[in-house]
């Protein structure tokens, strides 16, 4: 299921914005449209090559607070978004979700407050922590991203997951696969940048590759991250020895 079926750039950004440095802006500038091809599309390159950035924009064109969250969160901590989003659209499908969450592995504390906060607010409804299994703060930083996935992602939705592997371990990242798979056999849309070669091994997802050279479609064993993760697990002692300059 593709809820988002391309990124459509317009307008000018300001020229002395930073954005203009970032390589897959300009990349996306130049050609002004990405285009996904599959329900589920993993962001994946170096650091500094604005995964994050375009990532955070289609969060912020889909309606979601730049924070993370649903669509119904609204609180802010600190405005550090770039202004991107400003500057593109989103081409939707005919189908519309029926649900969506942005989750950032980095202010899941933030978003677990405002939960928490809102919960204190009296009133006969339900409380809202409950449709996350409890209280978020009442788990680690990686039982509580498994139990936001698990609790509250419905299914027949759009959900964009900003390098949710910070929060897991191996473990937990395949159990992060379970949890996709069924949600996209469930109609819905995945989009996540990842630096978790555990992650983006996912079938039939597609890869695109950020780089200096913009952005490219690539395949699985095509990636740094497998590469780099089986030339070290194949031989640690070996890649030790490079890295300290000595002889292995």
């Not at 939707?92 to 607010?121: C, V, W």
């Amino acid at each position: 299921m593709k809820y988002i079926e391309s990124v459509k750039f317009h307008g000018k950004l300001p020229e002395k914005s930073y954005l203009n440095d970032i390589p897959a802006v300009e990349w996306i500038v130049e050609r002004g449209e990405l285009v996904f091809n599959s329900g589920v599309t993993f962001f994946v390159g170096e650091n500094g090559t604005g995964k994050s950035t375009l990532l955070e924009a289609i969060a912020l064109a889909a309606g979601f607070n730049a924070e993370g969250g649903s669509r119904n969160f609204s609180f802010s901590t600190r405005d550090t978004h770039s202004e991107l989003y400003d500057y593109i659209t989103l081409s939707r499908g005919i189908i519309r979700h029926k649900d969506g969450f942005f989750l950032r592995a980095e202010s899941l504390y933030n978003s677990a407050t405002y939960i928490d906060n809102l919960d204190e607010i009296p009133c006969d409804t339900p409380l809202i922590s409950g449709g996350y299994g409890g209280s978020l703060h009442t788990r680690s930083h990686g039982e509580s991203f498994i139990a936001t996935v698990r609790n509250r992602f419905f299914g027949n939705g759009l959900y964009i997951l900003d390098e949710p592997e910070a929060a897991l371990s191996p473990t937990r990242q395949l159990t992060m696969l379970g949890l996709i798979k069924g949600l996209a056999e469930n109609n819905s849309q995945f989009i996540i940048a990842t630096h978790s070669p555990i992650l983006m091994a996912y079938p039939n997802a597609e890869i695109l590759r950020f780089s200096e050279d913009g952005i490219c479609s690539v395949g699985y064993k095509q990636t740094e991250h497998y590469q780099i993760t089986k030339q070290f697990l194949d031989n640690p002692e070996r890649m030790l020895g490079i890295i300290f300059g000595e002889n292995a």
